[in-house]
């Protein structure tokens, strides 16, 4: 039996546009217009396949998207958004309701940590913070009271590998439902596959590649879905962070080359990883047999994909790192900014950036060192130029 393979479901997509083209045309509308009163009626109850009423309800070209993006993950629908925050929490908040509690990694995001930690104890939401690689200490966490374990594949920014099937078997066993951040490891890792119950993505990063548009997506059940454009209690409905039309064609265009995109991100990251361990660097990339959940990561991803294109370096103090980010982009080997996926590298000081709202304590707690600097490996032809231009800096700073 073939391994279940997301390019291929993107591939067989084929959406025609209004006039014959081989894109899909673009809606450009904030509403809809009806022959009858009655039909506006059914569409607005839900009642009205292919109509379509507002755009914050849906639109054509968001719904293009969500068939195309729940092909990839393997799911019945998805809901694309403005963010992906405007993914994460909706879903979290659709999911858990005063009085309930969430158990989540405690290596996530910046934002989604803050979120949970302080917004929604507003609401009556409690969670939990564990380390999502030690599934006895996550099932140790779980209460009466607990609705959701939440993890991402790869964790931002340390790259911890969660055992999604392991974790799958923990929520299964106390009817919790398991939401996977799958941001970093698109076509690579299929979390639905491995017993997850909903998927969410950044489309801001490695889906739409061309760091251009903000975007977010959740995938799953129909019956979630539903839930989430519900207009009486849907929280994305009623919170309404809903994806611009032009912004959806654009997303879908890139998608397109994802698959490409992925095998070389990978292979530089790959082949930057391996030959700055040789050199004595403290390096993390779980394609690197020194990564603590490298095996398992392995019986994880689509080999075809490969590992994928993060990796972390240790230049020993937050001073160094900063000496040697703002080098590498005088030398014009990437950019000194935050996110992912570009085809330029892109790197950051997570510690003071992209996880500052984590409080110092527990990045110390967690092994987030001041002077780690996390890389979003790019797209470069010549990967051993970068490596030797990379190291040229690297000596010229001490840190090599």
Known sequence: MKKFNPADKIQDLQFFGEFGGVNPSISDSSTYTFLSAKTMFDTFEGNAEGCYLYSRHSSPSNLYLDKALAAMEGTETANVSASGMGAITPTLLQLCASGDHIVSSRTIYGGTYAFLKNFTPRLGIKTTFVD?????????????????????????????VADIAGLAKIAKKYNLKLVVDNTFSPLSVAPISLGADIVIHSLTKYINGSSDTVGGVTCGSREFIN???????????????????????????????????????SY????????????????VYPGLESHPSHKLYSTMINHEYGFGGMMTIDAGSIEKANELMELMQEKNLGYLAVSLGFYKTLFSAPGTSTSSEIPLEEQKEMGLTDGLIRFSIGLDNDIERTYKSMKECMLNLGVL
């Open 268 to 283: 530089n990251a790959k082949y930057l990883a391996a030959k700055f361990e040789k050199d004595g660097l403290k390096v």
């Open 227 to 265: 839930s989430l454009k519900d207009v009486n209690s849907g929280a994305s409905m009623l919170l309404g962070p809903t994806m611009d039309s032009l912004r959806s064609a654009s997303v879908m265009k890139n998608l397109r080359t994802l698959h490409i995109r992925m095998k070389q991100h």
């Open 132 to 160: 999502i690689t030690k599934l006895d200490i996550v099932e140790a966490a779980i209460t009466k009271n607990t609705k959701v374990l939440y993890c991402e594949t790869v964790s931002n920014p340390l790259l911890e």
